[in-house]
C-alpha cells in the first residue's frame, strides 16, 4: 500500500538528472545534453525566465534610474499574457526575488520539451544601441533568428551586435533549446527611456511571443543554415568572460 502511494509522485520525478552529463543524452523532444538537433516545432510549454531578481538588480540606467530586473519582470509577465491562450506557460520567478542561474537551468530542465526565454536588458558603452540574442546550441538557433528579427522589428536602434553565438549558463546548460534576449541598453540614454515605457516593453512582448508562436508552427523553416554543432563543456561561473 505504502508503495502505490509512493508512485504517483515518482511519476513527476524529471526523466534525466539537470547535471546528467553526455551518456544520457536524449533524442528529440525531450531533455538533449548537446542539443545538436534541428529547432523545435509544435511545443506547448514556454519557460519565461525574468532575469535577475532580489539582491540582483542587473543594469540601472543612470537617466530613469529604472532596474533592469524590474524591466525583465514586467516584460516576463506581458510575455506570459500574449502566450497564455495558445501555450503552457512557466514562470521562473514572478516577484522580486533572488535565483541562482544553476538554479534556473535545473529548474528549466524539469520541463522536458519546452523552450526557455530569458529575458534581459542591457548595459554597455553608451554608443550601443538595439536588441541581441544569444545562444549556443544547433537547437535554439532558429529561435534566436526568430526572436532578434522580431525584437528588431518593433526596435528603433541597431548599432550592436545583434545575434550572438556565446557560451553561457543560460545558453548552453540547459537542456532544452533556450534564448536569452537582450531587449535594448539601459545604459543609452535614447533607448533607456524607451524601455521605461510600458507601451514599448508591451510592443516587445507582442514581438517575442510572435516568434514564439512562429517558431512552435513552422520550427527552423526560414531561419537559415542550421549552425555546426560545437562540443563544448557547461559554462561555469568560473570560466573568463567571453570564453
Ligand atoms: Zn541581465
Redesign the pocket.
Known amino acids: 500500500m505504502r508503495f502505490l502511494l509512493i508512485l504517483p509522485f515518482l511519476a513527476f520525478l524529471p526523466s534525466c538528472s539537470p547535471t546528467a552529463g553526455p551518456s544520457s543524452s536524449s533524442t528529440s523532444g525531450g531533455l538533449d545534453y548537446w542539443g545538436n538537433r534541428p529547432g523545435p516545432q509544435g511545443f506547448r510549454t514556454v519557460i519565461i525566465d525574468a ?2 531578481g532580489g539582491k540582483d538588480s ?2 540601472v540606467s543612470s537617466s530613469t534610474g529604472q532596474k ?1 530586473k524590474d524591466a ?1 519582470l514586467d516584460l516576463a509577465k506581458r510575455l506570459q499574457s500574449e502566450l497564455s491562450g495558445s501555450f503552457r506557460t512557466v514562470m521562473m520567478r514572478s516577484d522580486d526575488r533572488f535565483i541562482d542561474l544553476d538554479d534556473r537551468v535545473d529548474f528549466a530542465n524539469r520541463y522536458p520539451g519546452a523552450i526557455l526565454v530569458s529575458l ?3 548595459a554597455g558603452s553608451s554608443s550601443r544601441k538595439g536588441p541581441e540574442t544569444y545562444w549556443w546550441r544547433v537547437d535554439s538557433h532558429g529561435l534566436a533568428v526568430r526572436c532578434q528579427r522580431a525584437m528588431k522589428s518593433v526596435a528603433p536602434y541597431s548599432a550592436n551586435a545583434g545575434q550572438v553565438r556565446r557560451r553561457l549558463r543560460l545558453t548552453r546548460n540547459p537542456s532544452i533549446p533556450c534564448v536569452l534576449l ?1 531587449g535594448g541598453y539601459m545604459s543609452n540614454s535614447s533607448e533607456a527611456a524607451l524601455i521605461n515605457s510600458p507601451s514599448h516593453r508591451d510592443k516587445l512582448a507582442k514581438a517575442i511571443a510572435g516568434a514564439i508562436r512562429d517558431q512552435a508552427a513552422k520550427g527552423d523553416a526560414g531561419t537559415g543554415a542550421r549552425p555546426a554543432f560545437i562540443k563544448a563543456p557547461p559554462s561555469r561561473p568560473t570560466d573568463a568572460p567571453g570564453s
Open positions: 532575469g535577475h542587473g543594469a533592469e525583465n534581459h536588458f542591457n537582450e
